[in-house]
C-alpha cells in the first residue's frame, strides 16, 4: 500500500477510533475518572450518561457518522459543494431520527431544520458557532493532501448550509489544513500545528462574523500547555479549565491541537487522552485522532482497534477502506 493510501485510512479510522474512545466520557473530568479510572478501551456508554446512555464499546457518534456521510456524497458529486453538503447532512439527520435523537449538536439541528423548511443554504447556518463544523471536516483534509488552501477553501464550503460563521469556519479551517499537511510525506506536528493556524487565521475572515476567542490564539495556548514538563494528568486539567472541551468550537479546536501534542501525534494515545480529559471528548478525541491517523498512518493502529471499529454495525455500514479508496481515487482525478 502507498504512503498516502496508508495516511488517508490513518485519518479515516483515527476519526472513528477517537469518536469511539471518548464516546463513554463523561462532561466533567472527575465523573469519568470516578466511573471508569483511566479509560485505556473501548467502553460502553453508561447508563446515566446525557447523550451516549446505551451505546455498546466501540460505538462511533455523529462526528464520525457526518464525516463519512460528507466523505460519501463528495465521492458521488466529483467535488465538495452546497448541494453535496446539504444531501449528506439532511440524510444523516434523517437516518438517524435527527428530530428525537439526543445527539445532534445545537448548529446542527438548527440548520437541518432551517434547510427542511425550505431556507436557503446560505442562510441556514448562518448562526451556527459550535464544533459540529470540525467535527466532520477531516474528510475535506484527506481530499487535499498537501494542499492547506485547497483544504481550507473547501472545508470553508462544507460550513456554510450549518456552520455559516467566522468561528466555526475557523475551526473547520484549521482542521482541514492541518490534516491536508499531515498528508505529506514528510509531514511534522510542527507543520501541522503551523497549517491548523492558518487555516484557523484565514477560516475567520469568512463567514458571519461572529463572537468568539481566536481559535490562532487557543491552538497557541494548548500546543504551549501540552510542551510544559508537568504530568499527563495535571496538562489535561490545564487543557479542560484553561482552553476549554465544550462545545465552543474554539475550545474544541484548541484543545485537539494540545491532545495531539501531548500523545505525540500518536492516535491511540491521543484517543486516551481526550477520553481522560473528558468535556466533549468524542469530538475532540474524533478530531485529534484523525489528525493523529493522517499524520502516522494505518500502521501505527493496533490490529484489535482496527478489529474492534470494522465489527461496529454503524461503522460498518460507512465501509471506511472502500471511502478511502475512493478518496485515493478522487486525488488522483483532481491532481490532473
Ligand atoms: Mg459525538
Redesign the pocket.
Known amino acids: 500500500m502507498n504512503e498516502l493510501k496508508q495516511k488517508i485510512l490513518g485519518c479515516l479510522y483515527g476519526q472513528a477510533l477517537g469518536?469511539a474512545w471518548?464516546?463513554p466520557a463523561y462532561f466533567h473530568p472527575e465523573q469519568t475518572w470516578k466511573h471508569y479510572g483511566w479509560i485505556t478501551e473501548f467502553l460502553p456508554g453508561p447508563a446515566d450518561h446525557e447523550?451516549?446512555a446505551g451505546l455498546p464499546a466501540g460505538r462511533?457518534?455523529?462526528?464520525?457518522e457526518q464525516a463519512f456521510s460528507l466523505a460519501r456524497a463528495y465521492l458521488k458529486h466529483g467535488s465538495v459543494s452546497i448541494e453535496a453538503t446539504v444531501e449528506a447532512i439532511v440524510a444523516w439527520y434523517d437516518r438517524t431520527g435527527g428530530d428525537t435523537s439526543p445527539?445532534v449538536?445545537p448548529s446542527t439541528r438548527r440548520g437541518v431544520q432551517a434547510l427542511k423548511a425550505g431556507a436557503d443554504p446560505h442562510k441556514a447556518g448562518a448562526r451556527g458557532d459550535t464544533n459540529g463544523a470540525a467535527?466532520r471536516v477531516s474528510v475535506i483534509g484527506a481530499l487535499h493532501p498537501g494542499d492547506p488552501m485547497g483544504a481550507i477553501e473547501d472545508a470553508a464550503i462544507s460550513c456554510i448550509p450549518t456552520h455559516n460563521t467566522s468561528v466555526a469556519m475557523s475551526g473547520a479551517c484549521a482542521i482541514a489544513a492541518a490534516i491536508a499537511v499531515a498528508l505529506r510525506p514528510d509531514a511534522t506536528l510542527d507543520a501541522m500545528v503551523a497549517a491548523g493556524m492558518l487555516g484557523a487565521e484565514l477560516g475567520r475572515k469568512k463567514g458571519n462574523y461572529w463572537l468568539g476567542a481566536s481559535i490562532t490564539r487557543k491552538i497557541e495556548q494548548a500546543v504551549q500547555i501540552a510542551r510544559k514538563g508537568t504530568d499527563p494528568l495535571a496538562r489535561l486539567w490545564e487543557l479542560y479549565e484553561v482552553v476549554g472541551s465544550s462545545l465552543a468550537i474554539t475550545e474544541t479546536v484548541g484543545t485537539a491541537f494540545g491532545v495531539l501534542i501531548m500523545a505525540d501525534g500518536d492516535p491511540k494515545q491521543a484517543a486516551t487522552y481526550a477520553a481522560n480529559l473528558s468535556g466533549?471528548a468524542?469530538?475532540v478525541g474524533?478530531i485529534a485522532c484523525a489528525m493523529a491517523g493522517a499524520y502516522k498512518g494505518i500502521g501505527a493502529f493496533e490490529q484489535h482497534i482496527l478489529d474492534v471499529l470494522d465489527a461496529d454495525p454503524i461503522n460498518k455500514t460507512y465501509d471506511i477502506r472502500g471511502l478511502a479508496d475512493g478518496i485515493e481515487q478522487y486525488v488522483a482525478q483532481h491532481a490532473k
Open positions: 469518536d471518548g464516546m447523550v451516549h462511533i457518534t455523529d462526528d464520525s445527539y449538536g467535527m466533549d468524542d469530538t474524533a
